[in-house]
């Protein structure tokens, strides 16, 4: 499995930084916000279907369609410290285009009082075989890359653009 890894120093403090990722509704704006390039300008429905919106257990849905092709796919916590770290992972078959299945993560570590490093790790399977295959061989570290940046990208603005 690739497995892509992004950092950033914010200045926030690692708690404040910590509750705008856990939210999965701020973490997966990329895809279920505005359209973008990567996503073709589609954009998906992010539906929590869980009790609970976050911990161990907690479980999402996403649906819609990229360039008229159905994507339904559901991801679940898999691990969870809170304050500090978050895994998530799809379950059952996702209907995905260039990326089988994922894992993915959260770490939150406080360096001072108020600034912390934020680390997203991305660990993909590519389709097994034909077409999708191909495209994921093509695409996905781009894809994967594109994710970790844009979820970097908006936690730093929303952190460092907050007040304290």
């Known amino acids: 499995m690739p497995v892509l890894s992004r950092t950033a120093v914010i200045e926030a403090p690692a708690e404040r930084v910590f509750a705008h990722v856990d939210d999965i509704r701020n973490l997966a704006g990329h895809m279920s916000g505005q359209g973008s390039m990567p996503m073709m300008g589609s954009k998906l429905a ?4 869980s009790q609970e919106a976050t911990g161990i257990g907690a479980t999402y849905r996403y649906s819609g369609r990229v360039m008229g092709l159905a994507i339904d796919f559901s991801e679940t916590v898999t691990r969870y410290v809170p304050g500090r ?36 790790t991305f660990d993909y399977e590519l389709p097994r075989s034909g077409l999708r295959r191909l495209l994921g061989r093509l695409l996905a570290a781009a894809y994967a890359r594109w994710c970790l940046g844009s979820i970097l990208k908006g936690t730093v603005q929303s952190q460092q653009g907050s007040a304290a």
């Open 46 to 49: 992010l539906e929590i279907v």
């Open 85 to 120: 770290e978050k895994v998530w992972r799809t379950i059952g078959t996702p209907r995905l285009i260039i990326i089988d299945s994922y894992e993915m993560g959260i770490l939150v570590e406080p360096l001072a009082e108020t600034r912390s490093r934020l680390t997203l």
